[in-house]
């Protein structure tokens, strides 16, 4: 099993829809866990933190379920500059070492 | 600098030639990470460096990749005689190592290698 995997996608999404990813995580000692957006052939930029209690900013809720080690990314409204691919990270649990999943795309279509 | 910077950007590269990825990460950020980014892939851990210590090595793929950060700022990394298969981004990131914004990863544009 991979260390981190997410959904495959695409996701072909209307604009103004709703859309959530998942990620699940093998180790169940990581600590710290975010979600990062990557443009086509840019860098990735953090997106959000993810707190245990979930957090919510703007469009945007994330939760994380550790006793599933899973995590989740809500986009409400989406909007045509949402396009992008979604990467889950998570930390080994020691260090800073740190696991990116292989990502999800999401296109929203006028 | 503002952010993270990387050079060169691109570079292509003759199979067994080595190169050298720059970075120079945001003033004061004690982290400094390499990972590698295949097509269609997210990035892949390589290396971490607190200040001038290496601290995590176990990411590089073989002793043909090198890593150095002498003085705990600029970073390079190297490949020896390289293959086909180092053709990638190579991304660098650096990120605080106190407070809210521990552990947030700040990226630069990477460097395309190309392995011909």
């Known amino acids: 099993r991979k260390e981190v995997e997410q959904d495959p996608g695409p996701f072909n999404v209307p604009e103004g829809a709703t859309v959530a990813f998942n990620c699940t995580y093998s180790n169940s000692a990581s600590q710290s866990f975010f979600w990062y957006r990557q443009d086509c052939r840019k860098e990735p930029k953090l997106l959000m933190s993810?707190?245990?209690s979930g957090n919510e900013d703007g469009r945007f809720t994330a939760q994380l379920n550790r006793a599933s080690q899973y995590i989740s990314l809500l986009i409400r409204d989406s909007k045509l500059s949402d396009s992008a691919t979604y990467l889950c990270?998570?930390?080994?649990?020691?260090?800073?070492?740190?696991?990116f999943g292989p990502g999800t795309r999401l296109s929203v279509l006028p | 600098g503002a952010g993270v910077s990387q050079s060169p950007r691109y570079k292509v590269a003759k199979r067994g030639q080595d190169v050298a990825l720059r970075c120079d990460p945001i003033s004061g950020h004690v982290s400094l990470f390499w990972y590698q980014q295949a097509l269609g892939q997210g990035p892949e851990f390589l290396t971490y460096f607190q200040n001038e210590a290496q601290l995590d090595k176990s990411g590089l793929p073989s002793d043909r990749f090198f890593a150095e950060r002498p003085e705990g700022s600029v970073s390079t990394l190297k490949i020896q005689r390289t293959q086909q298969e180092d053709s990638a981004v190579y991304l660098c990131a650096s990120s605080l190592l106190a407070g809210e914004a521990k552990n947030i990863q700040y990226f630069g544009a990477g460097t395309r290698l190309s392995v011909l």
């Open positions: 993810v707190y245990s």
């Open positions: 990270v998570v930390n080994r649990g020691y260090g800073q070492n740190f696991v």
